[in-house]
């Protein structure tokens, strides 16, 4: 029997691809692609004369028994996605299941990715996050999601289209309300771009451009726990600092989910910290 690689492609620059993933895609019998021509500019630029084949949403169903029959030959068939790790956002589930289904060998080969290539760099917590892939197109799907991941104690990374991104901060601002968010854009490339402060703050930013371009990966800073809305005011603003918060941020916040003033939670947070 053959192996199955999952092979990482890069997110945009051209050299953030391993010597292990050329000599797979180069040694490999077959290779399969999203998109073939994408895939054919980054084997050309390495030198590997394969010829890809294509494999995306619309015809991995029935590229199963062809690459199942090729594997079970005896041949390598390595597999990638437009950019990135396979499978992240990206077809290839449905082949995977299916060899590992037949006994078939799935080996990755790790590389480049934008989810994790934004989380790294955001500054926002690592310990914990949940990817969530591509927010629903719908406003009101959109805000569905958004509500039942309102309180989830982790970093929120999605993949956003450009031309939804000021509808979808809005409804992060509505929903979720005053948290830090992270705009991560045309990651790796040569106009990448990180965006860091409120959903209010960024959409300003971006509502001031002719267009938003390129894709983008979004970040949100955790949710509250349910404990903290808890406790003296110190200690829930130390909470909102630990989820990625700025103090004045956390400030602003725990005054208006206590009905507080600014000021007053400001004196309560300092005087906290003077006598300790």
Do not use: C
Request: proline share 5%; hydrophobic share 45%; net charge neutral.
């Amino acid at each position: 029997m053959g192996t199955l690689y999952l092979v990482a492609t890069p997110i945009g620059n051209l050299e953030d691809v391993t010597l292990r993933a050329l000599r797979v895609l180069r040694e490999a019998d077959l290779v399969f692609a999203e998109d073939t021509r994408r895939t054919r500019v980054l084997l050309d630029r390495h030198a590997i004369a394969q010829r890809p084949r294509s494999l995306h949403a619309h015809n991995e169903s029935a590229r199963i028994a062809e690459v199942l029959a090729a594997l079970a030959a005896g041949q390598q068939v390595a597999l990638v996605s437009d950019a990135g790790t396979p499978l992240v956002s990206d077809p290839g589930y449905r082949i995977v299941a299916a060899a590992i289904a037949a006994g078939i060998r799935v080996e990755p080969i790790p590389g480049a990715s934008a989810l994790l290539s934004a989380l790294a760099a955001a500054g926002l917590p690592t310990d914990a996050f949940q990817f969530a892939g591509f927010l629903p197109p719908k406003s009101s799907a959109r805000r569905k999601t958004l509500e039942s991941l309102k309180s989830f104690p982790a970093t929120l990374v999605f993949y956003e289209a450009p031309h939804r991104i000021l509808e979808t901060l809005d409804d992060i601002e509505e929903i979720m309300g005053v948290r830090p968010v992270v705009v991560a854009r045309e990651l790796t490339k040569l106009h990448e771009e990180f965006l860091r402060g409120t959903a209010r703050e960024i959409r300003e930013t971006l509502a001031t451009r002719t267009s938003v371009k390129g894709e983008i990966t979004l970040l949100i800073g955790r949710g509250e726990e349910p404990a903290a809305a808890d406790g003296e005011p110190a200690e829930q603003v130390a909470l909102l600092v630990e989820g990625g918060m700025t103090r004045m941020e956390a400030i602003k916040t725990v005054a208006r989910r206590r009905g507080l003033g600014k000021r007053e939670v400001y004196r309560l947070v300092e005087g906290e910290g003077a006598s300790r």
